[in-house]
C-alpha cells in the first residue's frame, strides 16, 4: 500500500551523527515535496526540515540550521536526514512526511511514516 | 516566527458531545491553518486543511472553520475513536512551519 517508512535511528552520543531514511512505497515520489518532522515523547510536533521534489530547495527550522542536511534520491524513492553535531535535545521520534503537489503552498502532510525514535545521550 | 495556541489544553467530553477547539495564531495566517489527530504511538493524521476542507476519507463530523488569527475545529458528535490529542499547523508566506501545543482529548 501507499506508505512511508523510516529507519536508522537510534542511541548515539552528543556530537555524533547519524543518517535517517525514509523510503516511499506506491505512490510517485518524485512528484512530493517532503519533510521531516519530529517529536519528543509526551510532547508537541516539531518540523524539522523540507525538500522539494526535485531536491533542488531546502529549508530547516532554525533548532537544526548548519547541522542537519536533508536530500533525497528519487531513483531509490528514498529521503534522508543527515544528522550532525547532535545534541540531548535532538532526542524525540522522528516522522517523514509527505506534501501533496496540490497542497499550493499550505504545506499540510497528507501521509506520514511510522516515525524512528533518536536518542542521543552520553 | 508564527506562534500557535491551542485551547483547551485538555478536554474531557462524552460519546455523543459536540466538541469544538480553537487555535489562534500570533499574526493573521489568512486560511493557511491544518488540523491533524494523533493517537498514542501513532503518526498524526490530516483532518482538514486550509482551514476549512475536509480531507479524503476523514468523517464528515469533523469540521473547520476560521480565518485570519482564529480558528476552530468542531467535532460534530464525538465517537469512541476520536479520543485523541488534536493539533493545528500554520504553512503561512514562508517557513517555519509551526504547530499548536496539542489539545488531548478525553472521555468523561
Known amino acids: 500500500q501507499v506508505q512511508l517508512v523510516e529507519s536508522g535511528g537510534g542511541v548515539v552520543q552528543p556530537g555524533r551523527s547519524l543518517r535517517l531514511s525514509c523510503e516511499a512505497s506506491r505512490f510517485t515520489f518524485s512528484s512530493y515535496s517532503m519533510h521531516w518532522v519530529r517529536q519528543v515523547s509526551g510532547k508537541g510536533l516539531e518540523w524539522v526540515a523540507v525538500?522539494?521534489?526535485?531536491?533542488?530547495?531546502?529549508y530547516y527550522a532554525d533548532s537544526v540550521k548548519g547541522r542537519f542536511t536533508i536530500s533525497r534520491d528519487n531513483s531509490k524513492n528514498t529521503l534522508y536526514l543527515q544528522m550532525d553535531s547532535l545534541r540531548v535535545e535532538d532526542t524525540a521520534v522522528y516522522y517523514c512526511?509527505?506534501?501533496?503537489?496540490?497542497?499550493?503552498?499550505?504545506?499540510?502532510?497528507?501521509?506520514w511514516g511510522r516515525g524512528t525514535p533518536v536518542t542521543v545521550s552520553s | 516566527d508564527i506562534q500557535m495556541t491551542q485551547s483547551p489544553s485538555s478536554l474531557s467530553a462524552s460519546v455523543g458531545d459536540r466538541v469544538t477547539i480553537t487555535c489562534r495564531a500570533s499574526?493573521?495566517?489568512?486560511?493557511?491553518l491544518n488540523w491533524y489527530q494523533q493517537k498514542p504511538g501513532k503518526a498524526p493524521n490530516l483532518l482538514i486543511y486550509?482551514?476549512?476542507n475536509l480531507q479524503s476519507g476523514v468523517p464528515s463530523r469533523f469540521s473547520g472553520s476560521g480565518s485570519g488569527t482564529d480558528f476552530t475545529l468542531t467535532i460534530s458528535s464525538l465517537q469512541p475513536e476520536d479520543f485523541a490529542t488534536y493539533y493545528c499547523?500554520?504553512?503561512?508566506?514562508?517557513?517555519?512551519?509551526?504547530f499548536g501545543q496539542g489539545t488531548r482529548l478525553e472521555i468523561k
Open positions: 512526511a509527505r506534501e501533496p503537489p496540490a497542497a499550493h503552498n499550505h504545506w499540510y502532510f497528507d501521509l
Open positions: 486550509a482551514a476549512s
Open positions: 525538500i522539494s521534489s526535485a531536491g533542488t530547495v531546502q
Open positions: 499547523q500554520q504553512s503561512y508566506n514562508s517557513f517555519p512551519i509551526t
Open positions: 499574526q493573521s495566517i489568512n486560511n493557511y
